[in-house]
């Protein structure tokens, strides 16, 4: 395949009729990667505003119930082992399509997919056996903050599944392209950001709440 | 971390030539230690709550740089690396938002 | 607020006079549009040319428009209230009616006028002045306008539709709870604030990356001109300030509509972390808007100065000071929450260390025009105007910043007057000046000169009427958002002078619009394209630009480019060879932004009322449209040579 490794980032310019041409929007896919990690420092604010309402409200449990009798260790380390292995794989995949191997990159996407879908089906198990036990959004400023952090990032994810799958779509019918290249580039950079931001929800919020 | 000096500014192809993602290999075993690390400083309560506290915070950040270098090749791209600015910036507003808002909303206020 | 449950007599707001004039003039209004576009035979027209455009250019033209309609909106909101103020004892709108009206004038006035505006600008210049076809991402810049369009639309149709929010521009909890506000106006104020806060947020990273990448060749960075320093210092706080106002805002909703505890009385909720967050975001807004402004009033004085502006090293690092502590002053709106001594002092003095970078502006302003051949052309006389009226402005926000003081002055008429002389006397000022001065790139024609007189004076000599009494009514102890006063409490002059002020500047607002009417029919034509003999590059294309803007992308060599150019050709000094046309890179037109902020609009209406079946058909065609763009890879095309040569030549130029 033509794109090898680094021709991410070197790409010669385009050409129409064998004549250059000056670009008017995207003169290269670095513009969109660029614009996309400005886009990842301003989704990290966003994270923060949750993180300290969270940090403000944790204690506020009114008459629910804590954090340490609510968190499941088990539970909480599995989705975190979860999404820490399907951030590797989604970085596998990147690495094979800049060697070409649009195999590979298929089979890592699939699998980051999996993974995904794994993390995302026991948050959900989490979230509905809580609500079951009847602590719910509107037990109290705790339950509020918690489910609203971790629920926001649940969305996230969700949408990275979503959106992963319409790039794997495309990968099957067009192949490793510049233009899918970039789009599988863009999207592993959004899903290793969600790893980072849930290594910070499994430190402030799970870690830190069984501590008690 | 020597893995981290081959990604030289200004360099912009990978580094990582061979037929095994070495670099990506590393850094996912990393982070599972420092997860689990974490894990069982907690569960064992090896420490004083704020030591403790401190000392996951720690580990958590080192987590972010495996992240940021080993998977998202922060590092790449030709040109002026704008992104690291940002990001820079971006870190030092996220700290800024929950550090102040922690002390503006419990500065001299009992815990409810 | 009536409580409106949902039913069909509450649906509609009845039971105001002028809610039904509103009620007729808005119906009028829309068939006199749909008529004559039908008349005309312009839907098509209106839809290929507008609707669907991605070009920077009319994208700006229809953020100034908007902002314009908004402005009046505003405008007359605050003329309501001023009439209800001008005596005591005043029963000309009722206090229901009265809050609603200092709700939707303050966040109309922000966020769907002031904001608007400052992209209008954006948009219409920045690309232009760097050298480039485009922004970076020009199908999300359809995205920004349309989504800022609809969430306007919607907080719009509250007046009409289910009842306007009035719970203040701030909407702070626990009044802005369902317990005390059950109406559906609370809704409409958070959800479209919501979505044209996505369209805000991606403008910032679309101008972000485009004065960073998109620079023409030679164009360093402090080559650029100061109007893109000062965009790229707003687009980072809008980067960094906005998602905190998303997330404080959607709390407030999930508050609202699922019943949790953020910012409740009950169950732990602690309303003044709303507070907290909303003016985490709120005080890197007001540098927002005001830092484009002040990049404008940069452009402007140097032009009209026929001079380099003075000490640019000095007002780039203002700049940026001035966007990162920014960053640290919030608490300053809240000193009277009592967070004590320490919290309070750290704020005092971030707000009182801001004051030195705008202070080194202002003084650089002065020193440009100082020997200086100034030329007092109508966009100077609004950058003239601005610097006593901002450093008024400044002197009493300093005034404010002292914490022990604010006790005094906080949330009375002082606060008022001065936040008025800020964002009028530096927002709104600086737009003007703005439009003015780019106006003939816009459109072509320069605007007339005698209305645009009477308009500045009118609302310049209006602001002082109207708004140095509110400093004095301040520290006689009238507060804000009350609807009436007693006789004998000493304010009724005051009041009375300052609602004659308001009427002036009203009278000024309508001389400014005059005269663009006129000036569409009579107005001078600008065939050179650059009309006020100007410095950078966007004078050196014609007016109005051509949609690919460059035919040949310039080679900047020093600041002020476009003055270099035309003092080298003055000594003769021969452009470096021109190369060949080369054909040029478009992004196509796409009805999909239009499409996809409608949706929102759709889903957000829903959510309004509780109608989640609404809600979800909206967000189901949101998602379709991210799909479809996804999948889309036609996407652009190429403007053959032959056109170019064509276009060109349209012009005169080759």
């Known amino acids: 395949m033509s794109v090898m490794q680094g021709s991410l980032f070197n790409h010669p310019p385009s050409r129409v009729g064998g004549e250059r041409v000056e670009h008017a929007d995207h003169p290269d896919p670095n513009l969109w990667i660029f614009g996309f990690w400005i886009f990842l420092a301003s989704d990290l604010v966003l994270f923060a505003s949750l993180f300290a309402t969270y940090a403000v409200l944790h204690t506020h449990i009114a008459n629910g119930p804590s954090a340490r009798q609510i968190f499941d260790v088990t539970g909480f380390t599995a989705e975190t082992l979860f999404l820490l292995t399907s951030s590797f794989t989604c970085g596998l995949a990147t690495w094979s399509m800049r060697r070409g191997q649009q195999g590979w990159l298929k089979a890592w996407l699939v699998v980051t997919l999996i993974f995904g879908l794994l993390f995302i089906g026991f948050e959900v198990d989490e979230f509905a056996t809580n609500s079951m036990k009847g602590y719910g959004m509107s037990t109290s400023a705790f339950l509020s903050a918690f489910y609203t952090l971790v629920g926001t990032h649940g969305c996230h994810v969700s949408l990275g599944i979503c959106w992963m799958v319409a790039i794997l779509i495309q990968v099957f019918r067009l192949g490793i392209t510049e233009v899918t290249a970039r789009k599988v580039f863009v999207v592993s950079l959004y899903w290793h950001f969600l790893d980072v931001v849930w290594v910070f929800i499994f430190t402030v919020v799970y870690l830190t709440g069984v501590m008690g | 971390m020597s893995m981290m000096e081959e990604k030289v500014p200004g360099h912009t192809g990978r580094s990582e030539g061979g037929n095994w993602p070495w670099m990506h290999i590393i850094g996912f075993v990393i982070s599972i230690l420092l997860t689990l690390i974490a894990l069982r400083l907690v569960l064992a309560h090896a420490m004083g709550p704020a030591g403790l506290f401190v000392t996951i915070m720690v580990l958590a950040v080192l987590q972010i740089l495996v992240q940021l270098f080993f998977f998202m090749h922060i590092l790449e791209g030709g040109g002026p690396r704008w992104h690291l600015w940002m990001l820079t910036l971006g870190f030092i507003f996220v700290f800024t938002i929950i550090a102040g808002s922690i002390w503006i909303m419990t500065f001299g206020a009992e815990s409810y | 607020m009536p409580d409106d449950t949902l039913n069909v007599s509450h649906f509609l707001v009845t039971g105001d006079p002028l809610i039904y004039g509103a009620d007729v003039s808005i119906v009028v209004v829309s068939i006199a549009i749909v008529a004559v576009l039908t008349y005309y035979r312009k839907w098509g027209w209106l839809w290929r040319e507008w609707l669907t455009t991605v070009d920077h250019k009319k994208i700006g033209i229809m953020y100034m428009i908007a902002a314009l309609l908004m402005l009046f909106r505003g405008g007359v909101d605050a003329l309501l209230m001023r009439t209800q103020l001008a005596f005591p004892n005043m029963r000309f709108l009722k206090a229901e009616h009265y809050n609603q009206i200092f709700t939707t004038h303050g966040t109309i006035m922000i966020l769907f006028m002031a904001m608007p505006f400052i992209f209008a600008m954006m948009n219409i210049a920045i690309p232009l002045m760097i050298g480039a076809r485009d922004v970076a991402f020009p199908y999300l810049n359809a995205i920004s306008f349309w989504m800022f369009f609809f969430g306007a639309m919607l907080f719009n149709l509250s007046f009409v539709i289910g009842g306007s929010p009035d719970a203040g521009w701030t909407s702070y909890p626990p009044l802005a709870e369902s317990e005390f506000n059950l109406g559906p106006g609370e809704n409409y104020y958070l959800l479209a604030l919501q979505i044209s806060g996505i369209g805000s947020i991606a403008t910032g990273i679309n101008f972000f990356v485009t004065i960073l990448k998109m620079r023409a060749p030679g164009m360093t960075l402090m080559r650029m001109p100061l109007f893109c320093w000062a965009v790229l210092a707003t687009s980072v706080l809008i980067i960094f300030a906005f998602p905190v106002l998303t997330v404080a805002l959607a709390l407030l909703l999930i508050d609202r509509i699922a019943g949790a505890h953020f910012f409740t009385m009950l169950g732990g909720g602690n309303p003044m972390m709303y507070i907290n967050m909303f003016w985490i975001w709120g005080h890197p807004e007001v540098y927002i808007v005001v830092l484009p402004a002040f990049g404008i009033f940069s452009e402007v004085v140097a032009t009209f100065s026929g001079k380099r502006i003075f000490g640019y090293a000095s007002m780039v690092a203002s ?318 095309s190429y403007i053959p040579v032959d056109e170019i040569k064509k276009t060109e030549a349209s012009y005169g130029r080759s």
């Not at chain 3, 009309?531 to 690919?548: D, I, K, V």
């Open chain 3, 319 to 636: 700049l940026m000071a001035i966007a990162v502590i920014s960053y640290f002053t919030w608490l300053h709106h809240f000193f009277t929450m009592g967070a004590g001594p320490g919290v309070n002092s750290f704020f005092a003095l971030s707000t009182m260390i801001i004051a030195i970078p705008t202070g080194v502006k202002i003084f650089n302003w002065l020193a440009t025009m100082y020997n200086g051949r100034v030329r007092v052309t109508v966009p100077m006389k609004w950058a003239l105007g601005f610097i006593p009226n901002f450093a008024v402005g400044g002197a009493t926000g300093v005034m404010l910043s002292v914490a022990p003081a604010d006790y005094q002055y906080h949330n009375s008429y002082f606060l008022i007057a001065h936040f008025h002389q800020t964002l009028i006397g530096g927002v709104v000022f600086g737009m003007l000046a703005g439009m003015y001065y780019w106006w003939p790139k816009m459109f072509g024609f320069l605007l007339e000169e005698r209305y645009a007189n009477w308009g500045f004076w009118w609302f310049n000599i209006g602001f002082y009427v109207c708004f140095i009494p509110q400093y004095l009514l301040g520290f006689m102890g009238m507060t804000r958002r009350i609807y009436t006063y007693p006789t004998g409490m000493g304010w009724s002059t005051l009041n009375l002078i300052s609602t004659i002020g308001a009427f002036m500047m009203g009278l000024g607002f309508l001389f400014i619009a005059a005269g663009i009417v006129y000036s569409i029919f009579y107005g001078e034509r600008d065939t050179t394209g650059d009309p006020w003999n100007g410095r950078t590059l966007e004078w050196s294309l014609p007016s109005p630009a051509p949609h690919y803007n460059f035919a040949r992308i310039p080679v900047v060599t020093s600041r002020d480019a476009w003055w270099t150019m035309k003092e080298e050709r003055k000594q003769g000094v021969l452009p470096p060879g021109r190369d060949e046309l080369r054909p040029i890179h478009m992004p196509k037109n796409s009805g999909r932004p239009f499409i996809l902020s409608l949706s929102f609009f759709v889903a957000g209406f829903g959510l309004v009322f509780h109608w989640y079946i609404l809600t979800v058909i909206g967000f189901a065609a949101v998602a379709a449209c991210l799909l479809l763009r996804s999948f889309d890879y036609d996407t652009d």
